[in-house]
């Protein structure tokens, strides 16, 4: 049986996985590793799409989100470490999974950074996508047995049970739980290209702040 970490005989049937990344910039390596996750969760929508009558969308849906939502992760604690670097703060990025978590402070960063109220605003309007989509995710994973926790680790699209052994809410309910593709790639490809430009603007700005 052949190794999988190898070249391949074609420069087209091999990954290069540090070919994009770079040496002592650990914000820029983490937007790289974002874009991965991202495209992947678009693309396998969008192949879902071409083609969906084996049904395959029924369980590939749980490696999209956990790949969207990754990458939201991903994104948000690269603009966190480029505001903090920005703002003098003695701090990284938030630890964990919670994006909902991550994401305000995301938020109280850039009131603390963006003085001008118009680039606030752009801010927000860059954003405005991103918001409704953690609000409606969280209206999902927010539910009965699940509302106690404060932290939430995006483990829904990881693991059937929580970390209690109870049954994440598409188990638990007995009726359908959908997720339209069309509206997944459509809204994705929008959070996608605005969080990235954000999150490479911020890390090109923190770059130029001297140690």
Request: with cysteine; hydrophobic share 40%; glycine share 2%.
């Amino acid at each position: 049986m052949g190794k999988i970490f190898k070249d391949n005989a074609s420069i087209e049937r091999t990954a290069y996985m540090n070919w994009r990344t770079r040496q002592d910039q650990p914000i820029y390596d983490m937007l790289i590793i974002a874009d991965g996750y991202m495209k992947a969760a678009i693309m396998l929508g969008k192949n879902c799409l071409e083609d969906n009558r084996d049904k395959k969308a029924d369980i590939v849906v749980f490696p999209m989100l956990f790949s969207a939502n990754h990458a939201i992760e991903l994104y948000l604690k690269a603009i966190n470490w480029s505001l903090n670097i920005l703002l003098n703060k003695n701090e990284i990025f938030c630890g964990g999974h919670d994006i909902r978590q991550i994401w305000n402070i995301v938020k109280k960063r850039i009131s603390e950074f963006e003085i001008d109220k118009n680039k606030r605003k752009q801010f927000k309007d860059k954003t405005k996508k991103l918001e409704d989509y953690i609000s409606e995710l969280y209206e999902k994973i927010d539910k009965e047995h699940n509302a106690h926790v404060k932290i939430k680790n995006m483990d829904f699209s990881r693991y059937p049970l929580n970390s209690d052994n109870e049954e994440h809410f598409y188990i638990e309910n007995k009726k359908n739980e959908v997720v339209d593709l069309e509206m997944f790639v459509e809204i994705f490809e929008k959070i996608y290209y605005n969080l990235s430009c954000l999150a490479k603007h911020y890390e090109e700005i923190a770059m130029f702040v001297p140690e």
